[in-house]
């Protein structure tokens, strides 16, 4: 099946930083996302991202589908931000998606 | 509008015990799943229902768990008999139609402990 890996896997920095999460898959995708889980569990939809790039406020999104990545930016960090963030991919005319291991992101005040 | 919701949110049974885990989508959601979550690893999908009928079951252990959405609606996920390897959180989701696009809206999920 189609595996998912996410860099890195841990990630601390200082409030008011920037930082790049990525996501590689191993096969062509037609459905793309990314969540973040806070640390309290409750996962919430950030991007639906099969291609190109979208943004909202301080975060944005980018996939090249065609080399089998996307990336994450999250500028100007807040400690909010902190939690785990996911990629998830789908690959078939359902809603299926296949969640990778996540990032867990730390920012410190 | 209301989240999914989900009930109980801890539980803490003993090994071999059975265990019910219930979940109420958003209205109008005609897709439901059930993730497993594992201390450390992304969510794994169990099952997905579109309305009362089941699209993937692939990776339900259908052994020991079962999963029903009657009247396409509200789902409850049963376990039976709980092993020590099911301590995780379950995670309900939704979701309005079944296609690739579709955003996913989860619930607080049901953290199990298994003893």
């Known amino acids: 099946g189609i595996q998912v890996e996410q860099s890195p896997p841990d990630l601390i920095l200082q409030e008011g930083a920037n930082s790049t999460l990525r996501c590689n898959f191993s096969?062509?995708?037609?459905?793309l996302q990314w969540f973040h889980q806070n640390p309290w569990g409750q996962l919430i939809n950030l991007f639906y991202?099969?291609?190109g790039t979208k943004q909202n406020g301080r975060l944005s999104a980018t996939t090249v589908a065609t080399e089998r990545y996307s990336l994450l930016y999250i500028s100007s960090s807040q400690t909010t931000d902190s939690g785990v963030y996911f990629c998830?991919?789908?690959?078939?005319?359902?809603?299926?998606?296949?969640f990778g291991s996540g990032t867990r992101l730390s920012i410190r005040p | 509008e209301a989240g999914v919701a989900q009930s109980p949110r801890y539980k803490i049974i003993e090994k071999r015990q059975s265990v019910a885990f219930w979940c109420n989508p958003i209205s109008g959601h005609a897709t439901l799943y059930w993730y497993q979550q594992i201390l450390g690893q992304g969510p794994k999908l169990l099952i997905q229902f579109q309305n009362n009928g089941v699209v993937d079951d692939s990776q339900l252990p259908k052994d020991r768990f079962s999963a029903e959405r009657l009247k396409g609606v509200d789902s409850t996920l049963k376990i039976q008999p709980a092993k020590l390897e099911d301590s995780a959180v379950y995670l309900c989701a939704s979701s309005l139609g079944g296609g690739p696009q579709e955003t996913q809206y989860f619930g607080p999920g049901t953290r199990l402990l298994v003893l």
């Open positions: 998830a991919v789908g690959y078939s005319s359902a809603s299926k998606i296949i």
């Open positions: 096969d062509s995708v037609n459905n």
């Open positions: 991202i099969p291609s």
